[in-house]
């Protein structure tokens, strides 16, 4: 991995982990959002869609912080920007804990979005602005969320199961806490780019950029709104919250192999071969979870969902990357990113309740659709309007 500052490759490797440090600090609540729901379920007695709603206000203001920061974000100190968004999100993730009334409990988890968002955006940008080949270190990321998740869903199915939504904010805010010192390896300050190329090779169209985001923000909607409600469909397969916790321990430790496989594949035969395979995975697997009520069947298809997971958002987020060099629209898939995963469990709440899980199933095969036509679209014409400079990359 090379950055475009010039910095020797010991500087490299300590730019993409404090990026990954970030990127874990960001998206915690989402990798952990079944336990989040299945918490708020049972430790202050809501419905499905009740928790749902909450579990979208931070979701949601994560994601707003996000694309509200990324046209400016550049031009600031990443390394400043991601210490003031922890702090912020460490001093919430701690009052949440003693909080009993949902309504508390709701505005408190929006200010946590608003430092998660930060972090989450400052862990795609410092990436696709320093990085040569973003779609590999993308993958770096996923490789360390799968692993990382083998302990974090065996602890949080536990501390769920018996603290119920205290545990699992608990599990959070330690993590982020834990992790919080890696962060001085962040520039403190953001990449100058000189090359006589810039202009031509990532300067886009906005008309792309938009649909990459819509592409981006479809995808996580329904993978969302499959994923926040696994416990709930582990309970119509018989399992209770912590069996579907160790289902998604074991099935993080199998994922990896998508995101090595991401990593390992990269781009070397362009992005719409990996961006066909996983949305016809992903909706094979949306279609058995959802109508299927063997465990067996339940255990399988949601070991494949997570392996889906992870391969595909190297491709996602390395689309995005390959807009703008200065990693504006790298950012703004982030928030595209987290929106998508905070309606997720609005989605899936409502059409749950009125269609039940079948109409789940369908709807996520149809938004899955769009996503696949925007995706082929945005890769024809970056492919098009390509310069020999910006011919694919064999290393990050």
Not at 197 to 219: D, K, N, P, Q, W
Not at 240 to 249: E, I, N, Q
Not at 360 to 382: E, H, N, Y
Request: proline fraction near 4%; aromatic fraction near 8%; charge should be positive.
């Amino acid at each position: 991995m090379t950055t475009e500052t010039g910095h020797d490759s010991r500087n490299s490797a300590s730019l993409v982990i404090g990026a990954i440090a970030a990127q874990i600090m960001g998206g915690l609540v989402t990798q952990m959002s079944p336990f989040v729901i299945a918490g708020l379920i049972t430790g202050l007695s809501l419905s499905e869609r009740g928790a749902g709603f909450i579990g979208s206000v931070e979701l949601i203001t994560l994601a707003v912080t996000a694309i509200g920061i990324a046209p400016v974000l550049p031009r600031f100190s990443y390394r400043r920007v991601a210490i003031v968004a922890t702090v912020l999100t460490l001093l919430v993730q701690g009052a949440s804990i003693f909080t009993t009334s949902w309504a508390a409990f709701a505005v408190q988890r929006g200010f946590a979005g608003i430092g998660e968002g930060a972090l989450y955006a400052v862990s795609l940008c410092i990436v696709a602005s320093h990085c040569s080949n973003p779609d590999r270190v993308y993958g770096y990321f996923q490789v360390v969320w799968a692993l990382g998740s083998v302990a974090l869903f065996a602890v949080g199915g536990e501390l769920t199961a018996a603290f119920a939504h205290r545990g699992i904010v608990a599990l959070i805010a330690g993590v982020t806490l834990v992790l919080a010192p890696l962060l001085a390896l962040i520039p403190d300050a953001p990449a100058q780019h000189h090359d006589g190329v810039e202009a031509h090779a990532r300067s886009r169209s906005s008309l792309l950029g938009v649909m990459t985001l819509a592409a981006i923000g479809l995808y996580l909607t329904v993978s969302s709104a499959i994923y926040v409600f696994s416990a709930p469909l582990g309970a119509r397969s018989g399992l209770d919250t912590r069996a579907v916790g160790y289902a998604l321990t074991a099935a993080s430790l199998v994922g990896l192999a998508g995101a090595g496989a991401a990593t390992a594949i990269d781009i070397r035969w362009g992005r719409a071969r990996p961006i066909s395979g996983f949305c016809i995975a992903f909706s094979l697997v949306a279609l058995v979870l959802c109508l299927s009520r063997n465990p067996t069947a339940y255990v399988v298809a949601l070991v494949a969902s997570v392996i889906v997971y992870y391969f595909s958002l190297p491709y996602l987020f390395g689309l995005a990357a390959a807009l703008d060099r200065h990693g504006r629209w790298a950012a703004a898939a982030g928030s595209a990113y987290l929106l998508g995963f905070a309606a997720g469990p609005l989605v899936a709440g409502g059409v749950i309740a009125t269609t039940g899980y079948a109409g789940l199933a369908a709807v996520s095969v149809a938004i899955t659709s769009v996503t696949w036509g925007l995706a082929m679209v945005v890769d024809r014409r970056l492919k098009a309007s390509a310069s020999p400079a910006e011919l694919p990359p064999t290393a990050a």
